[in-house]
């Protein structure tokens, strides 16, 4: 079940390449909450630290094959956080960390090609990892700026972010957000230059790749002091 979830996320993320990206603390999604019936779509957020939940979440990827069609791919093994402030979004960050050793395309002799040197090269580089170094607001829009590594090559990109909302969690009392994001990066940037083009010039591979984060991320409830 959790896999065809992590693969619903990304095929949500397919189809929804092109969005008008909106922010705010109140901010909710109401095309999910009318399909769920969730009772307390007001909530708003709460300033803290939010851990990602891998059972409902997805650190993904796409690319372009033979010009004809996307190719997605995800991550089994990732670990994030984003730290929000409610008062001031622009103080907020973002970071995460994905095994790249646990790249899963669903194909077994690909995903083995892309642990390879001519991809990811777990060996020398088993980690992704994006640090935000800013965030500013752009009208409606949410632009988090940091520092992306893979192949041991940093570049700085930006990803715009939409907050699908918050919601108290009714067992623990904690607080639950979505989040979700996606980019565009050249793989040549980061030295992953495997690929030949067709007769017709076409890349087998295309150069870009696109980058999709669909998070929900958890803060504990409050401690209550006696």
């Known amino acids: 079940m959790k896999r065809i979830f992590i693969i619903s996320g990304l095929i949500f993320a397919v189809f929804g390449a092109i969005f008008s990206i909106g922010f705010s603390t109140s901010a909710v999604n109401t095309s ?19 851990t ?4 409902h979440s997805a650190i993904g990827f796409r690319v372009m094959h033979m010009g004809l069609a996307d190719v997605p791919g995800y991550f089994k093994d990732f670990k994030g956080t984003v730290n929000y402030d409610a008062k001031d979004v622009t103080k907020s960050s973002v970071e995460f960390t994905a095994m790249m050793t646990s790249v899963d395309t669903r194909i077994e002799g690909r995903d083995k090609h ?6 990811f090269d777990v060996e020398k580089f088993p980690e992704m990892t994006f640090k935000s170094t800013k965030v500013e607001k752009k009208g409606k829009k949410l632009m988090v700026t940091g520092d992306l590594t ?3 090559v940093t570049k700085s990109i930006t990803f715009p972010f939409t907050v699908a909302g918050f919601l108290t969690d009714q067992r623990s009392g904690g607080m639950k957000m979505g989040v979700f994001a996606e980019t565009t990066i050249n793989r040549r940037d980061f030295g992953v230059n495997y690929g030949t083009n067709l007769p017709n010039g076409t890349p087998m591979l295309s150069d870009n790749v696109v980058v999709v984060l669909n998070i ?5 409830a409050p401690a209550t002091t006696k």
């Open 32 to 50: 999910v909450i009318e399909r769920f019936n969730i009772p307390n779509k007001k909530d708003v957020g709460m300033t803290g630290s939010y």
């Open 52 to 55: 990602f939940d891998k059972a």
């Open 114 to 119: 892309l642990r390879s040197a001519d991809f």
């Open 150 to 152: 893979m192949r041991g």
């Open 216 to 220: 929900e991320a958890n803060m504990p």
